[in-house]
């Protein structure tokens, strides 16, 4: 296992699609490395294109910061449904250090992946872990924090962006 740099925005690899997962037996070593490299940032979830793979996975663990480890493995994650009532959270991102970003998203979500082992899962997330992956599945699409903002808000996070980075 290996600790892997993390991506800071604006490296457009942030700003990319990624590509679905073909063969999940062929990245079990690439979570194991995103593992490491969030507990050690440290986060509580990691998109591959953080860590400047194109691949639509993602690592999360919403709980280990108070305790009780809960990782997941999300490949070719798929939102199948979300709930209408939105709410607004300050959100970081390890590719953004320093900046917390108000976003609005839905209180939860349906979501379908496959597993490391390939089994096909279904799950319903409210609450922080909805919100984690919501953010993590936005990275898959190429989309980050600033991106979900109101662009006189964004001027104004970029710049403490800016000043901080
Ligand atoms: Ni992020």
Redesign the pocket.
């Known amino acids: 296992m290996a600790v892997l740099p993390i991506l800071k925005w604006p490296d457009p690899r942030l700003s990319t699609r990624c590509a679905p997962v073909e063969d999940v037996g062929a990245v079990a070593g690439l979570v194991a490395d995103m593992f490491e490299t969030m507990y050690a940032a440290p986060g509580r979830?990691l998109?591959a294109p953080?860590v400047g793979v194109l691949s639509r996975l993602f690592v999360m663990d919403c709980t280990w910061k108070e305790g009780e480890k809960s990782p997941l493995v999300m490949i070719n994650p798929v939102i199948m449904a979300a709930e209408r009532v939105p709410v607004v959270m300050e959100e970081g991102?390890?590719?953004?250090p320093g900046v917390l970003v108000p976003v609005e998203r839905p209180i939860a979500v349906t979501v379908q992946w496959t597993s490391e082992t390939g089994e096909i899962h279904m799950g319903d997330f409210d609450g922080f872990e909805a919100r984690c992956i919501q953010?993590?599945f936005d990275?898959l699409n190429g989309v980050?924090?600033f991106d979900r903002v109101v662009p006189e808000m964004r001027a104004g996070l970029e710049a403490q962006y800016a000043g901080v980075a």
Request: proline share 0%.
């Open positions: 979830g998109a953080q991102c390890l590719s953004i953010h993590e990275h980050v924090t």
